[in-house]
């Protein structure tokens, strides 16, 4: 009888144990969130799964994400850094896009559309810019070059081009950069 007990006591020290390390879990939960990262846990991820946190973190890291992808100014030096980045968030975002929440699922799906319209204009650039210089002769390839450069030019800064050096000013309108015909 005495070993049933001493075998029930520890057990229960056990449970309690365990009990506490998952309090002490499921508490640094709100903290982290409130930096936006997940916390050190002692026992993994179960107070992630008691608290459905999975899907927060997973759609503040895509936005991260993006927001780090973005951040990166539109320079040929850093175009291969650019581009995975941009991966790495698309990736991020292809499962909040996927949310039963209907505002989650339209931002994810809003950024994919961003990071999709970009590559595609960043595409078309180096595939056009790619032609001029393999034929310089090759004026169809020189028309669509010069197109896609003014249509995009009111969206993109020109590097060195336009720096402003009052807050808040990004400098994204740079001398030329204007929409054509509007004037000074």
């Not at 007990?5 to 144990?17: I, M, P």
């Not at 939960?29 to 990262?37: G, N, V």
């Amino acid at each position: 009888m005495t070993a049933l007990r001493l075998a029930g006591a520890v057990a229960l020290a056990a449970v309690a144990v365990l009990a506490s390390l998952l309090a002490a879990d499921v508490d640094a939960w709100p903290k982290a969130l409130a930096r936006s990262h997940a916390p050190s846990t002692r026992l993994g991820g179960a107070a992630e799964s008691l608290l459905g946190t999975g899907d927060d973190l997973s759609y503040r890291r895509a936005l991260r994400l993006y927001r780090a992808a973005a951040a990166l100014p539109d320079h040929l030096d850093n175009a291969v850094e650019r581009q995975t980045r941009s991966a790495q968030a698309e990736t991020a975002l292809a499962g909040p896009a996927a949310s039963t929440d209907p505002a989650r699922a339209s931002q994810a799906r809003t950024l994919l559309g961003t990071i999709a319209f970009a590559q595609a204009i960043d595409t078309a650039t180096a595939d056009f810019t790619g032609a001029v210089l393999a034929d310089p002769g090759n004026e169809a390839a020189k028309y669509d070059l010069e197109l896609v450069l003014r249509l995009t030019a009111p969206y993109r800064a020109r590097p060195g081009a336009g720096q402003s050096s009052q807050p808040g000013r990004t400098g994204r309108r740079a001398g030329g950069g204007g929409v054509p015909g509007s004037g000074y």
